[in-house]
């Protein structure tokens, strides 16, 4: 399995628009963010290669306007109003068919390590703060839209020990069995999450739980999640 590495640093040094395609059309980004200052701000400061396509303030908001617009580059604020109270998790979780095509970068105020997590867990790729420069954000959203993951300094070191230190060649037999979703299923279960609990941290039904971990069970050819447990507590995954 490739677990999202972190990139470098921001720097805001030059980056090509969609250099794996060579294309130079513009960025097309939608800013979600539930201060209207800070969106009008943050407009002002992007390059003029970076189009702002739409904007939200809530979570409602935001997965219409994302699933309306279908942009390169979602800049998503990690604490927003609306929705069941999951805010930037909530809006991740209802745009899930466009992760394929959008990414996903973080801007927040909090650089708590659990907002990172959570963020880069529910399909975001990257996370920088708002003490970021114009320059820095511009070059972020080059970066993110060309397939990179960025994150502001020491931020990565959160992701790095949250997706654990398994071996490489136990990563690349046994986790490439599991689809990202799976991984995310088998990480709450083995720490002892009910499926109910498992079902509301990443806004599924129980059903797709319980099928998830049917799922996983299967291909790891493991019988009970007592044995799951002990199978990843014994590959540092927990």
Do not use: C
Not at 24 to 53: C, E, T, W, Y
Not at 94 to 114: H, I, K, M, N, Y
Not at 130 to 153: C, L, M
Not at 195 to 200: D, F, G, L, Q, S
Request: aromatic share 4%.
């Amino acid at each position: 399995m490739t677990i999202p590495a972190p990139g470098d640093p921001v720097t805001g040094n030059p980056a090509p628009v969609n250099p794996a395609a060579g294309n130079p059309s513009p960025i097309r980004v939608v800013i979600v963010d539930d201060h209207a200052i800070f969106r009008s701000g943050l407009k002002a400061d992007l390059d003029p290669d970076i189009v702002v396509a739409g904007e939200a303030g809530t979570v409602e908001e935001a997965i219409a306007v994302i699933a309306a617009r279908r942009p390169d580059v979602v800049l998503l604020d990690v604490h927003l109003p609306g929705g069941r109270g999951g805010g930037g998790r909530e809006v991740l979780a209802g745009s899930a068919p466009l992760l394929a095509t959008t990414r996903f970068l973080a801007l927040s105020v909090s650089d708590a390590a659990e907002d990172v997590v959570s963020v880069i867990r529910a399909g975001a790729r990257g996370y920088v703060t708002k003490t970021i420069s114009g320059p820095e954000i511009s070059g972020a959203v080059r970066r993110v839209a060309g397939g990179d993951a960025v994150f502001s300094p020491r931020l990565a070191g959160f992701v790095l020990d949250a997706f654990g230190t398994a071996p490489a060649d136990i990563a690349d037999d046994e986790l490439d069995r599991l689809s990202a979703r799976e991984l995310e299923v088998m990480r709450l279960i083995a720490r002892g999450y009910s499926y109910k609990e498992v079902a509301k941290e990443l806004f599924i039904s129980i059903k797709t739980v319980e099928t998830h971990v049917s799922a996983v069970l299967r291909k790891l050819q493991l019988s009970s999640r007592h044995e799951l447990t002990r199978w990843a507590a014994e590959r540092r995954l927990l």
